[in-house]
């Protein structure tokens, strides 16, 4: 029997109108009022986070490689979108727009800055350089009083963080690095993760692509770090420690190194979970590190391992089982 | 004769009026103390095929390494088409025309086959980063070619229908045979063969020797292999160098190598008491 699969224009159609339909529900019922406060301050915060680990992941889990100063990007792109909102240069839904790019870029070149002597050396390196750019960053946020105000903080930062803003770019994030991953470029990103001498055999340059995953992850820890901005209203710089990106860390390694469904379905978890245990507050590091060792001794590959949800494949998957279900059912009843 | 000249361990006839396709010249490689190997000389014609045989520890993985630029040579150069491969690192060396297999093999383990080709036809997959991103005509045309050329290349090992395995469940001589792909898939002009038969049997063997030949004739490039099976070195190689602590002791055509002293005395010891090194 012939198998039934769906082609790849259909795939695309299906995922976009699913996508357009769930930014159109979202916000129709963010802006109803339905929602409290702080299920709203929720579902933006876990929009945050999906970026940060969906971006994190392509240097920890597709490139695999540890960087520990995520936060520092995100302090950048927060920083200098909030700047440049607050100064007011364009009409606000261009500024936006524009302010989040700026926010992408300026992380981005910082990528670029740490990356390249970081990432021409093999082994730990980059885990200690990115350490250390982190806290300098914050360092340099606080003692730079005349720009950011320093630890009194950046205050009067407009509020643009819609549901709809932040989830826009959650897809965007998560289709870039999908489309990225998908293509050749991906390819080379994953080989350097598997074998670096055989990657490197094979004529892939290597430093690029590291640098080139490692500046588009900078890039949309950047972004995530506007839409920081642009919801919260002020920026301190203690805002962006070290634990912030552990944290982030620790969603992609629980979500599954290299999983991108992985890292937002933990994305997702992580940032519920606290929410729910408010009253066990002073627990939470306990409870964190208890999950994360009990997820490491069980599932050592995270709880998603590098497994990528795909919907087209479920349906194909349904539609199979039913046609050779009834194609036996007829056979049977002849 | 017309041999081009005499470094050479042989020169087959079709090869011996054409420009080498590979030289070494008193190529060397000393780690701290030890010269593991030293004054390395030797000419691959374009479409030979050239074995390196010696005893474990003699050298042979090292000088793929230095061919390669895994290592940079101490001492010595080589020349690719005639260019001095001095400024290249590894990469750049697959771009210029060598692809190699490894002796302990590096496969991408969770990749699919497909994929383990497709990152060997990275290079000749063209289109750029905001083409694929924005999934551009440019992606969806060069992807379907380097799909169809995959499964062309698979053929040759007839594993065109496990494309979609993943590299690192396959067993032991489909992951070597999938290295050869994957080097093959890069383009280039000489292939460098470590070990290929290890842990295959007699008969796995016999269709790789077939497979080696089919490459060399279909492809028209120049093969360096190691081996220690002797069947598969004698049976296909034309030139066959033998190396010894580092060193070059002995080439020829595999029947003048078989009745080399030398050879002999390194492969089994010398006649009275143990060989000095
Ligand atoms: N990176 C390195 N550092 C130090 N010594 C090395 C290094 N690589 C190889 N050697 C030494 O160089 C010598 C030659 O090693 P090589 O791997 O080339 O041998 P081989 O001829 O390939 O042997 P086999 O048949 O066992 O594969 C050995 O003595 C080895 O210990
Ligand atoms: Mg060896």
Redesign the pocket.
Known sequence: MKEFTISTPARYVMNTVLVLMFLFIGNHITQSGILLRSQYALLIQIGFFIILAVSLNLVTGYLGQLPLGHAGFMAVGAYAGALFWRAHLLPPTLSIIVGLIVAGVVAAIFGVLIGVPALRLRGDYLAIITLGFGEIIRVMLTNLDSITYGARGLLNIPRYSSFLIVYACVVITCTVIHMLMKSRHGRAILSIRENEIAAESCGIKTTYYKVLAFAVSAFFAGVAGALFAGNQGLLVPSDFDFMTSINILMIVVLGGLGSMFGSVVAAAVLTFLPFMLQPLADYRMIIYSLMLIIVMIFKPSGLLGSYEFSLSRIIEKVVNKALSLRGGAAKGGR | MGRRDTKTPFVPERDAYKAPVMECVNLGID??G?T??NDFCITIGPTEICGLI??????????F?LLTKV?QPTRGSVYLNGVDTKNLNSEKANRAGLARTF?NIRLFKNMTVMENVLVGLHNKTEYGLGEAILRMPAYWRAEKIARARTLELLEIFDMQGIHGHKAGSLPYGSQRRLEIVRALATGPTVLLL??PAAGMNPAETEELMENILKINKVFKIAIVL?E?DMKLVMGICEGIGV?NY?KLIAKGTPAEIQKNPLVIEAYLGKAEGEGDA
Do not use: C, S
Not at chain 2, 54 to 63: E, L, M
């Open positions: 780690f701290g030890l593991a190997v010696g005893p474990n520890g003699a050298g042979k993985t090292t000088i390494n290592y002796q470590d070990e190691i220690h190396l580092g």
